[in-house]
């Protein structure tokens, strides 16, 4: 017997925190061009290929010391950029912010920062 198996795709919003801060987009406009389109592009490609395929091409990739925080990864020549979100329901999925990484591990205070904005988004929509 064969079971098919449909995920929908994801769809990725940033956060627009209450201070009316959108830290993602705000880190997105300070990036160089080319380090800037490679990001949108592998958000771009994961939405339209899914998860299951963005996993295996590494574009994203879970937070392993978390529950429900993942990254989305890009790099051109040297700069590698980093954006953590998690699943809010369904294809929903929300990005707290961005970061330039320097070191091979995910910097704990990133992971840290990310856990607080997804706090305080939850805390803002209680009712999804």
Not at 46 to 56: C, K, M, S, Y
Not at 82 to 104: C, D, M, N, S, W
């Amino acid at each position: 017997m064969c079971y098919n198996i449909v995920m929908e795709n994801p769809e990725f919003e940033s956060y627009e925190r209450p201070n009316g801060h959108d830290e993602f987009d705000e880190w997105l406009q300070e990036l160089p061009p080319k380090d800037r389109a490679k990001m949108l592009q592998v958000i771009t490609d994961t939405q339209e290929q899914g998860l299951l395929v963005a996993q295996r091409m590494t574009w994203v990739k879970k937070i392993d010391t978390e529950k429900n925080l993942y990254e989305l990864r890009s790099k051109v020549a040297k700069n590698i950029q980093r954006a953590l979100y998690f699943h809010v329901e369904g294809p929903r999925y929300v990005i707290t912010h961005g970061f330039t990484k320097k070191t091979q591990k995910t910097p704990p205070k990133e992971i840290k920062h990310a856990l607080a904005l997804r706090k305080e988004w939850w805390d803002q929509n209680e009712d999804q």
